[in-house]
């Protein structure tokens, strides 16, 4: 069984994943795009080249070969830091495997690697609402959504985050979504939290990803709004009675909160 294709972790995994992998926000659903620069050690556990960090992947990743496919493409991309770590990727996707979740909202896709992991273990007739004002890097992906044969299951919706909430609440679509991924423009963070919150069902979870931002949250400078943002927002989910929360030190920091 270790053998197989899905269990198979090359060293190579580094590439696309320890760079922290971690979907460095780039104001994808804003509109905005600043590139992240001065990119430094991660903010996890522990650095990409520790050896502890490569025991976890060999001893913990199983990943689809397509998954493993769009990863080394997504590795070779200029801005292929921002994908999202694949074990980080893996427990979203068991954690939506959990609580057998139908609909999905990501907001933030990027290539599309989280959005692929999370289709691939939805029922057939399950949905992922993916959100993203760019379709230049999805482009990528879908070729490989298709070869997976997960291309229905993924609605790419290609216009700011916030509209496409609101349009799904407006749908009357409130209470109906199972799990939500965020991972995108950090100054928007509290908004796209607030709608997913409303869009989410009692017993549903929301994922908020890069709530360390590489350690600027610890003190975050006057002018970085992006840092200030999320420290906010980590503030508030602490004493939000709507919700229970985990904030995990996997990739750049992610926290779990579970609707009430």
């Known amino acids: 069984g270790s053998k197989m294709p899905l269990l198979s972790v090359p060293k ?4 696309g994943t320890a760079m922290l992998g971690v979907a460095f926000a780039t104001g994808m659903l804003a509109g905005r795009r600043y590139p992240f620069f001065g990119f ?3 903010s996890g556990m522990m650095g990409k080249n520790s050896p502890l960090r490569q025991y976890i992947l060999d001893h913990s990743l199983r990943e689809h070969p397509i998954l493993k496919k769009l990863r080394l493409v997504t590795a070779n991309h200029p801005w292929g830091r921002m994908m999202v770590s694949c074990e980080q990727a893996q427990l979203m996707a068991n954690l939506v495997k ?3 979740a139908k609909k999905v909202i990501e907001v933030g896709v990027f290539t599309g690697y989280n959005a692929l992991n999370m289709a691939l273990v939805l ?20 070729p490989l959504w298709k070869e997976a044969g997960v291309e229905h299951k993924i609605d790419l ?3 700011p985050a916030i509209q496409t ?3 799904l609440l407006a749908g009357g679509e409130a209470e109906t979504f199972d799990f939500a991924f965020i991972d995108a423009d950090k100054e928007n963070y509290n908004e796209y939290y607030e709608k997913c919150l409303r869009l989410i069902r009692k017993g549903g979870i929301i994922a908020i990803d890069n709530v360390f931002w ?10 970085d709004l992006a840092a200030q943002s ?7 989910l602490l004493r939000d009675e709507r919700v229970n929360i985990s904030m995990l030190p996997i990739g750049d920091g992610v926290t779990l909160a579970f609707k009430l």
Do not use: Q
């Not at 590489?214 to 002018?223: D, Q």
């Open 40 to 42: 430094g050690r991660p």
């Open 230 to 236: 999320i420290h906010r927002l980590n503030e508030k």
């Open 157 to 159: 919706r290609i216009k």
């Open 123 to 142: 029922p057939d007739n399950g949905r992922v609402v993916a959100c993203d004002i760019n379709d230049d890097y999805a482009n990528i992906g879908k």
């Open 214 to 223: 590489n350690g600027k949250v610890l003190k975050p400078r006057k002018g």
């Open 98 to 100: 959990l609580i057998k």
């Open 165 to 167: 909430l609101d349009e």
């Open 12 to 15: 190579e995994v580094a590439v």
